[in-house]
C-alpha cells in the first residue's frame, strides 16, 4: 500500500475559505516536507517539519509523529494557491531520501 | 540566487538513443538529488549526492541510468539505450544541510 497517503485526492474551494490537506504515513517518518507544484511544474517548499507545528502566512502545518500524519491548513485562499500540494516524508534512517504522496490538486475558484 | 538550474528543460530521444541531463545546485548547497515524476508513480527518488559523494543510489534503475557530480557545481544523469518507459520528468533538487530540499523546474524526458 501507499507509504505516503495523502487526501484528499482533488479539492474545490471558493476564493476567501479555508480547508486542510492531511497526509497519513505507514512509514515512521521523522521529518516531513510539504511542496507547491505549480503549472510550470517547479516544486516550491512550503514547510520542513520536526515534530510539530509551523505557521508562514495563510499556511499553517502540523506533524504528529507519533500518530504517523501530517496536516495543511489554508486560510483565507487565493487564486494563486492553486496547483498540486504534496507531502514528502523522511523515514528513519535518516538518509535525507523523501517518499512523495500523490498530491492533492487544488483548484481555488472565484 | 537563480535556483537550481536544469537543462534542457524539454528532450525528445529516439528509443535506444542515450539522454544526458544536468543539474546546477544552488551555489553553496552540499547536497544534491534526482527524483523522477510520472503520472503513474508519481515522484520517486533516484540518487543523492553529498560533498560531490555518492551516498544512495537505492532508486535508480541498475542497468542504464548512472548519475555522476564531476564537481560541486553540476551533477549529471545520464540514460543509455533510452526506452519509452523512461518518460518522464526528471527533477534536481539541492539542499543546504539535506534537509529543506529547493527543486528545479525539470527536464521533462521523451522517448520515442
Known amino acids: 500500500g501507499d507509504k505516503v497517503k495523502q487526501s484528499p485526492s482533488a479539492l474545490s474551494l471558493q476564493e476567501g475559505t479555508n480547508s486542510a490537506l492531511r497526509c497519513n504515513f505507514s512509514i515512521a517518518a521523522t521529518t516531513v516536507q510539504w511542496f507547491l507544484q505549480n503549472p510550470r511544474g517547479s516544486l516550491i517548499n512550503l514547510f520542513y517539519l520536526v515534530p510539530g507545528t509551523k505557521e508562514n502566512g495563510r499556511l499553517k502545518s502540523a506533524f504528529d509523529s507519533k500518530e504517523s500524519y501530517s496536516t495543511l491548513h489554508i486560510r483565507d485562499a487565493q487564486l494563486e494557491d492553486s496547483g498540486t500540494y504534496f507531502c514528502?516524508?523522511?523515514?528513519?534512517?535518516?538518509?535525507?531520501?523523501?517518499?512523495f504522496g500523490q498530491g492533492t490538486v487544488l483548484s481555488v475558484i472565484p | 540566487n537563480a535556483g537550481v538550474i536544469q537543462t534542457p528543460r524539454h528532450k525528445v530521444t529516439g528509443k535506444g538513443q542515450e539522454a544526458t541531463l544536468w543539474c546546477e545546485p544552488i551555489?553553496?548547497?552540499?547536497?544534491v538529488f534526482w527524483y523522477r515524476q510520472t503520472i503513474v508513480q508519481g515522484l520517486e527518488f533516484l540518487t543523492y549526492f553529498r560533498n560531490q559523494a555518492p551516498i544512495d543510489d537505492s532508486g535508480m534503475p541498475k542497468e542504464r541510468f548512472s548519475a555522476q557530480m564531476p564537481n560541486q557545481s553540476h551533477s549529471t544523469l545520464k540514460i543509455q539505450s533510452t526506452q519509452p518507459q523512461d518518460s518522464a520528468v526528471y527533477l534536481c533538487?539541492?539542499?543546504?544541510?539535506?534537509?529543506?530540499?529547493?527543486f528545479g523546474e525539470g527536464s521533462r524526458l521523451i522517448v520515442v
Open positions: 533538487a539541492s539542499s543546504l544541510d539535506g534537509n529543506t530540499l529547493y
Open positions: 514528502a516524508a523522511e523515514g528513519a534512517g535518516g538518509n535525507n531520501k523523501l517518499t
Open positions: 551555489s553553496g548547497h552540499s547536497a
